[in-house]
């Protein structure tokens, strides 16, 4: 076992504050990875705030994590000392049930071992995340970072990048598909490289008219503020797909009107809040409402792979982690552009 520093909240709600976690040491399938970079989620916020209940404190939020390989256990094929690698939202899952045998293991029947907030598959030991120097993690749930990508750009590809890519490929997005993507944050500027990457025509639908020269710059062709009421009317039954990702409660209804017949709108965001839908807003026009939940690991090595291909990396603001606090804060009042990213060298030094 070895002592990390990390960054914890210690209880909901508090502010998070330096904390040591114990990381085992590594096993013949297990690889070390010294973290050089960790995303900041809006679901860190969600949970540090126990916004979902069940929370586990202390906690230790982050899976957005880009770092170099320090060590490997003896059996390891995938990765070597030196190679840039990523871990994202699970660190395990049982890896026989049929979620697991068919790349899903975010829906492993026994429960994936997440990132941090959880526990390892024995059901006793915490998972602690990336807000920390060190993870040692199974290679087949460790990421091979493709050299091309900037390290602190190719963070948030662990979650953001994924969670986005995920449903795009679900719902088939091909040329000309007019996509909306809702919510310019970290996921939402994702959402907009990526569909714009794969040919659609994407529209951003946000609450911040500020936000609209990045918009158009990160690949959207159409802008419209969801605070003009007006823009729920001349945008009404033009949408193939709709992405929501926004992270606070707000009126489904009104954005399953922008939808074509038999378009799609998949949640993404999760409102601590459950809103009610009206089975009008589906039926008159047979739309589909779906969700989708992160992406299995090939999935997301896949996605790596594309984003390489693509030219494509999160724009970040790095931060040092004493500055975390404030992330939150921004991230609350829609702040971020358009994902902090902690440099984790901070840590090191704190
Ligand atoms: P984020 O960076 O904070 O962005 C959320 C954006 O939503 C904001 O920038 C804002 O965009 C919009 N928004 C916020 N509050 C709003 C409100 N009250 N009304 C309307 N719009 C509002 O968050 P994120 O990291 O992208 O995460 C977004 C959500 O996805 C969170 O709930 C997170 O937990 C969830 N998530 C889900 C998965 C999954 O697997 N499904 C994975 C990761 C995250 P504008 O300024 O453009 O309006
Ligand atoms: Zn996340
Ligand atoms: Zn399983």
New binding site residues.
């Given amino acids: 076992m070895s002592k990390t520093p990390a960054y914890a909240a210690p209880s909901p709600g508090a502010p998070l504050a330096p904390f040591t976690v114990e990381r085992r040491d590594p096993g013949p399938h297990d690889v070390l990875i010294d973290i050089l970079y960790c995303g900041v989620?809006h679901?860190d916020i969600h949970q540090a705030r126990d916004e979902w209940g069940g929370g586990i404190f202390p906690m230790v939020p982050g899976?957005?994590i880009i770092g170099r390989v320090r060590q490997v256990g003896k059996a390891v094929t995938r990765l070597a000392p030196g190679d840039v690698a990523g871990v994202g939202?699970m660190v395990d899952s049982c890896r026989e049930c049929d979620p697991c045998r068919h790349d899903s293991e975010q829906f492993c029947e026994k429960g994936a071992a997440f990132t941090y907030n959880g526990t390892e598959m024995d059901r006793r030991t915490r998972t602690y995340g990336g807000y920390s120097t060190r993870v040692v993690v199974d290679e087949r749930f460790v990421l091979k970072v493709p050299a091309s990508l900037d390290p602190a750009g190719a963070a948030p590809l662990l979650?953001?990048g994924i969670?986005t890519y995920s449903p795009l490929r679900q719902w088939n997005c091909k040329p000309g598909d007019r996509v909306a993507v809702v919510g310019l944050g970290g996921l939402g500027h994702m959402a907009v490289k990526l569909a714009a990457s794969m040919g659609a025509e994407v529209t951003m639908l946000s609450t911040s008219a500020s936000k609209e020269a990045d918009a158009r710059r990160l690949g959207a062709h159409g802008f419209a503020s969801t605070k003009d009421a007006s823009t729920f009317s001349r945008l009404a039954g033009r949408f193939d797909l709709i992405v929501d990702t926004i992270s606070a409660p707000h009126d489904y209804n009104a954005y399953l009107g922008l939808l074509r017949p038999k378009g799609a709108m998949v949640l993404l965001g999760v409102p601590p809040e459950p809103t009610p839908v009206a089975a009008f807003s589906l039926i008159s026009g047979n739309k589909r409402l779906a969700g989708s939940l992160i992406g299995g690991i090939a999935e997301t090595q896949e996605m790596l792979d594309y984003c390489a291909a693509h030219g494509i990396v999160s724009d970040v603001e790095i931060i040092p982690i004493q500055k975390i606090n404030e992330a939150y804060d921004r991230m609350m009042r829609g702040d971020v552009r358009y994902r902090f990213v902690i440099d984790v060298s901070s840590l090191a030094r704190a």
Avoid: G, K, L
């Fill in positions: 989620c679901s899976h957005e939202c979650c953001a969670t």
